[in-house]
């Protein structure tokens, strides 16, 4: 790579790392990709990967903003032009982030949302959508846990971002067999839990997660976290493929002196 692209990809990390938020941060990456030449911004997500891929702290942080972005909604367009871009310059990094893991003969698992049940009012009758998005939105528990088991992902997306859910709520409901996509897709665009490890760990071991998301947030986990994925059953194939590939980046897990065998 060019010093000039690696210098925009240490002027890139340090202006994600500057913003304080989760989201602002997946906001701005996502702005830069949509601005820049896709030559330029391909070249410079290489080396922010391949720096993450070797444990850089700052570059692993940004490749959480990274991964926000490009798993959020109206991104197709950037990933694909991407995705061209890493094939023929031959970006291997940017490409094991961002390739479309190979389908599995297996479907994926999950529930239609036609077939899952509407919570009710406690009396038996069943909640409009406007009701429950509403619901959604009010700190009382006994109805959160209730409609934490809503087939609708835009009750869910309210849910997120009430401040009365916790997060064993969320690793419940993305660890949930069988998952819903569309549910588990908008916990993995929520930047303020797909950050937590237990969070993204349930997302990944969960067969209903959209794989392409699973795949980019398997470029986020450690060694360790890699390693369970891989010999996981019960993960489909793909995802367990896109994690050798990583293992196989990251450097050795390096143990302290006290706990080496002698």
């Known amino acids: 790579m060019a010093s000039a692209d690696r210098a925009r990809a240490a002027g890139l990390v340090r202006a994600v790392l500057s913003l304080g938020d989760g989201g602002l941060r997946a906001e701005y990456v996502a702005?830069?990709?949509?601005s820049w030449e896709v030559g330029a911004l391909a070249a410079v997500l290489d080396e922010v990967c391949e720096r993450a891929e070797q444990a850089s702290p700052q570059a692993r942080e940004a490749l959480l903003a990274v991964v926000d972005a490009l798993n959020a909604e109206g991104m197709d367009e950037v990933l694909h032009r991407l995705r061209e871009e890493a094939a023929g310059a031959s970006l291997l990094a940017l490409d094991r982030l961002i390739r479309p893991p190979a389908k599995s003969g297996r479907p994926a698992a999950g529930t239609p949302t036609s077939r899952a049940k509407v919570p009710d009012d406690g009396k038996g009758r069943p909640l409009t959508l406007g009701e429950r998005k509403s619901l959604a939105r009010r700190p009382d528990r006994e109805t959160m846990q209730r409609l934490l088991a809503d087939p609708h992902p835009a009750v869910i997306h309210r849910l997120l971002r009430n401040p009365r859910v916790l997060e064993d709520d969320i690793v419940r409901l993305a660890a949930k067999r069988p998952g819903r996509s569309d549910v588990l897709a908008e916990i993995a665009r929520s930047t303020k839990w797909v950050h937590r490890p237990r969070v993204r760990m349930a997302l990944v071991m969960n067969p209903a997660t959209?794989?392409?998301?699973?795949?980019r947030i398997v470029g986020l986990l450690l060694r360790p976290e890699l390693?369970?994925?891989a010999g996981?059953?019960?993960v489909p194939a793909p995802v367990r493929a896109v994690c050798l590939e990583h293992l196989e980046r990251r450097p050795p897990v390096q143990k302290r002196e006290d706990e080496r065998v002698h």
Request: glycine share 0%.
């Open 232 to 234: 996981s059953p019960a």
């Open 210 to 215: 959209p794989l392409e998301m699973a795949a």
């Open 227 to 229: 390693e369970l994925v």
């Open 31 to 34: 702005s830069v990709a949509r």
